[in-house]
């Protein structure tokens, strides 16, 4: 099984993006009057993509899934999912087999013998069917786990555009009833998340001037 498999309920696992709102010691940066225009370099401290704006917007969901981790992520858990779904069908065509046969032995038996033999082989289905469930939980945890892991580690890039833009704050974009599309910086930290994180397992892709 992979080291991080997939995921579950975005919202459920945004990790406090509904809000960033940076420590004193964080203050944002006192947005000049020359650095009123995005996607220009707006002087020292600020870089080429960073809208200036005192509230940012971003959508969490796309951000994961969008990354090079997320989309690392995605293919691990269709893998496994895959893998466990071969491997229902099989179990399953297994169990239909051997009670196919103890139907057919049924009228060979003492009624007694039949129905300690039914007992046994319900209790074999049951247990089957919450071993197969368990492993579908694992994979599920495991996809959870990468999701909080990425959160975490997006953190410290999302808290640097804040400071980049002179923004206060950053809302989870589907709760702001009307914004303009320029304070949504979810492709700006998409592009910087991979450049720093890269899939989550090879690292970063090498820059030219690496």
């Known amino acids: 099984m992979a080291s991080y498999l997939p995921f579950q309920n975005f919202k459920a696992l945004t990790l406090g993006l509904a809000l960033f709102a940076l420590a004193a010691g964080n203050a944002p940066v006192q947005a000049q009057q020359s650095r009123t225009t995005a996607g220009l370099d707006l002087g020292e401290g600020v870089q080429l993509g960073a809208p200036q704006s005192g509230v940012l917007t971003i959508q969490p969901e ?45 009228s ?76 949504d910086i979810t492709a700006l930290a998409i592009d910087r998340i991979d450049k720093v994180l890269g899939d989550g397992l090879t690292g970063a892709e090498p820059t030219e001037e690496e």
């Open 62 to 106: 796309r951000m994961f899934s969008e990354s090079a981790f997320g989309k690392r992520v995605a293919q691990e858990i269709e893998a496994e999912g895959a893998v466990l779904t071969a491997e229902n069908r099989i179990i399953e065509a297994e169990l239909r087999a051997e009670e196919q046969d103890l139907t057919l032995r049924r």
């Open 108 to 183: 060979t038996m003492g009624a007694s013998a039949f129905r300690a033999l039914a007992d046994a082989f319900d209790r074999k289905v049951q247990d089957t069917r919450t071993n197969q469930d368990q492993k579908l939980r694992e994979i599920n945890q495991l996809g959870e786990e990468a999701r909080r892991e990425f959160f975490a580690a997006s953190l410290p890039i999302l808290e640097q555009i804040m400071r980049e833009s002179g923004a206060g704050a950053i809302l989870d974009h589907s709760t702001v009833f009307l914004s303009a599309d320029s304070v």
